[in-house]
């Protein structure tokens, strides 16, 4: 590849930084929910907008049914993720194109051991089946998507 010493250099600037926070967490909601938000206690539906809206924000949404609090990582593999979403989301992809905990872990400024963690926990996350196609922007709205009333 002709751009190859480009792409090398440029690519070691790809840090948090150039990653938008909410873009990430939707991301990883999507993978693991597609379009059904859910209580993951009793499995109800969340149906209100405004509570669609918190669960795909990673607030906290309280389940109608059984009064659970809980968020989109909720019993998920990254129930507890004790770093940005931005920075899952590098170490998944630099995962991906091959480097190293060692090389993640100078890239992105954090302790080996935690990269070690978060490859391992993304690979336990269970992607929701029929995924939809690459262009996400209208599906990250489920609520029109799926015409729920408030
Ligand atoms: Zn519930």
Known sequence: MKNSRLFSEISRHL???LL????????????????EAKCPG??????SS??????????RV?????NKLFSGFSGTPLQNLKISAR??????????????PKEISDRLDLQVSTVQVWVE???EIHLHEG?????????????SRRGVNV
């Open 42 to 47: 009793c499995g109800m539906a969340v149906t």
């Open 20 to 35: 938008d926070e909410p873009a990430a967490v939707k991301c990883f909601l999507q993978a693991m929910h597609g379009y």
């Open 131 to 143: 995924l939809p196609s690459p262009d996400a922007s209208a599906a990250l709205e489920p609520s």
């Open 87 to 100: 920075k899952l989301y590098l170490i998944v992809f630099y995962t991906g194109l091959g480097l190293s």
């Open 62 to 66: 309280s389940c109608r049914r059984c």
């Open 121 to 123: 926990k993304a690979k």
């Open 15 to 17: 840090t948090e930084c």
């Open 50 to 59: 405004r509570a669609l809206e918190s669960f795909w924000a990673l607030r």
